[in-house]
């Protein structure tokens, strides 16, 4: 599979790496892809026809719950902290003009 990788596949790969790699670099950069896709190769040899595909390694589901109010309305209780209110609102100085 390695000899597939092109002088082009590599200029392509290196300006999509945003790397300038010398000649010896490109050498050993092409060897490693090529290894790689050889992986790869063997890999497609597996029967995976009876293994049912998969989003995550482990099962994954949402939990659902009810959406209940527990704390209720303290709007009264937390406006008499406030330095001053309005309409039910806090009340601050302006910042700018």
């Given at each position: 599979m390695a000899n597939i990788i092109?002088?082009?596949?590599?200029?392509?790969?290196g300006i999509l790496a945003k790397l300038e790699l010398a000649g010896d670099e490109k050498e050993a950069a092409r060897r490693d892809m090529g290894r790689m896709l050889d992986y790869i190769d063997k890999l497609r040899v597996l029967d995976t026809e009876e293994?049912?595909?998969?989003?995550?390694?482990?099962?994954?589901?949402?939990?659902?719950?009810e959406d209940i109010v527990t704390?209720?309305?303290?709007?009264?209780?937390?406006l008499k902290n406030a330095p001053g209110t309005k309409d039910?609102?806090?009340?601050v100085p302006r910042t700018f003009e």
């Open positions: 092109s002088d082009e596949t590599m200029e392509y790969v293994v049912e595909p998969m989003s995550h390694v482990f099962a994954v589901q949402n939990v659902f719950r704390n209720g309305d303290r709007r009264e209780e937390i039910g609102m806090f009340m």
